[in-house]
């Protein structure tokens, strides 16, 4: 960043922008052009409010917020750190989440169920809601902020994710209702639940190969499955009917994976979803599809 005297906000926003440009970045994780990621990374780092209004961009950044700002510009850039693990934050659905290296960084397309509180796709307010392999907590939590009488299970292997995931809780005021539980799977939990979310790991080691540079930051436990991506989500679908209550239902992301699973279980009547704002890869299946389907998921 070659700034060094103060300047407006906008002036520098459109610095970055260009040089987020010829650098050729890649953007997925929480904004799609470059002067979105500027606008993310500086607003982020320097704690101004999404909120404010046109005139904050006539606001001078000063020489110590350029200082501070610099490295992360440096790390964005050279090292194709994302955004989130430079400012240690992501939103999702709506809510702040604290971000870092021990965890994927939120982008699911469920974000835009939660936000509809699965309109159609639930009964009635789920009362226990498990969040499978958790990784930050921000599916879970996010749906108990919209299900306020709900008890929220967050459950991943991975005890770092867990501690991350605890903090989420804590940032919002959940800790009468959510709890971070270490479990393989379902092996540590006890049903029944009404509604089971899952963004579990479901990529190929070939697709991860093939990933941009800004994912290799990510934690593979919580991007790699072995065949082809489909052996946790499989795990997965032959035990969630021992789980759900009667009523209940499993919405899961398998991404990519999707046409791979459905040709592998062409028998199962899975319910793919479509999302208004973009992202594939989610079906949902209720309790008796999935005890129906079980001679077809051994």
Known sequence: ????????????????????????????????????????LVFSALGISYDE???????????????????LVQQ????????????????????????DERVLIPRSPLAELIAQEFASLVKQPPVR????CTGSGCI??????????????????????????ELNIERHGLGSRAKAIKSDLFTALEGPYDLILSNPPYV??????????????????????EEEGLAIPLQILRHAADYLSADGVLI??????????????????????????????????????LRAAKAALI
């Open 204 to 225: 190929s080691q070939t697709e991860i190969d093939d990933l941009p540079p800004e994912y290799q930051h990510e934690p593979v436990l919580g991007l790699f499955s």
């Open 1 to 40: 960043m070659s700034i060094k005297k103060e300047v407006p906000l906008a002036q520098l926003l459109e610095q970055l922008r260009q040089q987020f440009e010829q650098a050729q970045l890649f953007y997925g994780h929480g904004t799609d052009n470059p002067w979105d990621e500027a606008v993310y």
């Open 252 to 289: 899961m992301e398998v991404g990519y994976s999707h046409e791979a699973l459905s040709a592998r279980l062409p028998d199962v009547p899975f319910l793919w979803l479509e999302f208004a704002h973009g992202g594939e890869g989610i079906f949902m299946l209720t309790a008796e599809q």
């Open 140 to 165: 879970g939590i996010a749906t108990a902020l919209g299900f306020t009488q709900a008890q929220v299970e967050l459950a991943d292997i991975s005890e770092a994710a867990l501690a991350l995931a």
């Open 53 to 71: 209004d046109a005139s904050i961009m006539q606001r001078l950044v000063s020489e110590q917020e350029l200082a501070r700002l610099a490295p």
């Open 76 to 99: 964005r850039i050279e090292k194709r750190v994302p955004v989130a693990y430079l400012v240690k934050e992501a939103w999702f659905a709506g809510y702040p989440f604290t971000v």
């Open 129 to 132: 809601i498990l969040d499978l």
